[in-house]
C-alpha cells in the first residue's frame, strides 16, 4: 500500500516551452501532496505544498508563477514548470500524506521526474 | 522544525549492523522522528519512524535515547542493496504542520 507515481519519469524540452508533471497516490487519498526539487549531489529542497481544493502554499524564493500547482482531487496533483529554461533542469519529486492508520500524516514519495530543457 | 545532523557518509561491511546516527537536539515534545531513503535518482523511501519508544519492523529498529536528542536507525544486516542516502527527519505532531525538511543525510556504502 500507500503508493505514489508520477509521470514522466523523464522529460526532456526546448527553452520557453512549459511542462506538466502529474503526480497519483495510487491506493489511498491524499489530501495534502508536497512537491520537492533536487539538483545532483544535493538534498531534497521543498517547493510548496498542495492542498487538495485550494491554493498551493510555495516556500520561500519558489516563484508560483512559474511553478503551477493544481491539487484538482484527492489522488492527483499536478506540477506546471512554465516558460522553463535551462536553469529549471532538476529532478522532481512529489509525495502524498496518509491521514489513516498506524501511519498516519507519513509522507510516501513518487519516483521522481527528471527534467532536462535545452 | 528542529533541524537535524548526520554524518556524511559511512562504510558497512555486507552482512553486519549498520548503525546510523541522527542528533536532534532541539526536538520538542511533539515531534517525530523519521528516517527514510534515497537510492540513486530514485525518491525517498519510507523507513520508520517513532516519537519516544523504540520501534522495529521488517526493514529496520529505531532507538531514541531518553532525552530524544539523538536516534540511531539500525539496519540488523546490511546487504549492498541498502547503499544508499539516509535522511532523519523531525516533524510536529500537531496538525497543519506536515512538512518535511530534508538535511544532508548520510551516504552509507554497504561493502562486499
Known amino acids: 500500500g500507500a503508493v505514489v507515481s508520477q509521470h514522466p519519469s523523464w522529460v526532456i524540452c526546448k527553452s520557453g516551452t512549459s511542462v506538466k508533471i502529474e503526480c497519483r497516490s495510487l491506493d489511498f487519498q491524499a489530501t495534502t501532496m508536497f512537491w520537492y526539487r533536487q539538483f545532483p549531489k544535493q538534498s531534497l529542497m521543498l517547493m510548496a505544498t498542495s492542498n487538495e481544493g485550494s491554493k498551493a502554499t510555495y516556500e520561500q524564493g519558489v516563484e508560483k508563477d512559474k511553478f503551477l500547482i493544481n491539487h484538482a482531487s484527492l489522488t492527483l496533483s499536478t506540477l506546471t514548470v512554465t516558460s522553463a529554461h535551462p536553469e529549471d533542469s532538476s529532478f522532481y519529486i512529489c509525495?502524498?500524506?496518509?491521514?489513516?492508520?498506524?501511519?498516519?500524516?507519513?509522507?510516501?514519495f513518487g519516483p521522481g521526474t527528471r527534467l532536462l530543457v535545452l | 522544525d528542529a533541524k537535524t545532523t548526520q554524518p556524511p557518509s559511512m562504510d558497512c561491511a555486507e552482512g553486519r549492523a549498520a548503525n546510523l546516527p541522527c542528533n536532534h537536539s532541539t526536538i520538542s515534545g511533539n515531534e517525530y522522528v523519521y528516517w527514510y531513503r534515497q537510492i540513486h535518482s530514485q525518491g525517498p523511501q519510507y523507513i520508520i519512524h517513532g516519537l519516544k519508544n523504540n520501534e522495529t519492523n521488517e526493514m529496520a529498529s529505531l532507538i531514541i535515547t531518553e532525552d530524544r536528542k539523538s536516534s540511531t536507525l539500525i539496519l540488523p544486516h546490511a546487504t549492498l542493496r541498502d547503499t544508499a542516502v539516509y535522511y532523519c527527519i523531525v516533524r510536529p505532531t500537531t496538525s497543519g504542520t506536515y512538512k518535511y525538511i530534508f538535511g544532508t543525510g548520510t551516504r552509507l556504502k554497504v561493502l562486499a
Open positions: 509525495s502524498a500524506r496518509t491521514t489513516y492508520g498506524s501511519l498516519q500524516e507519513t509522507q510516501y
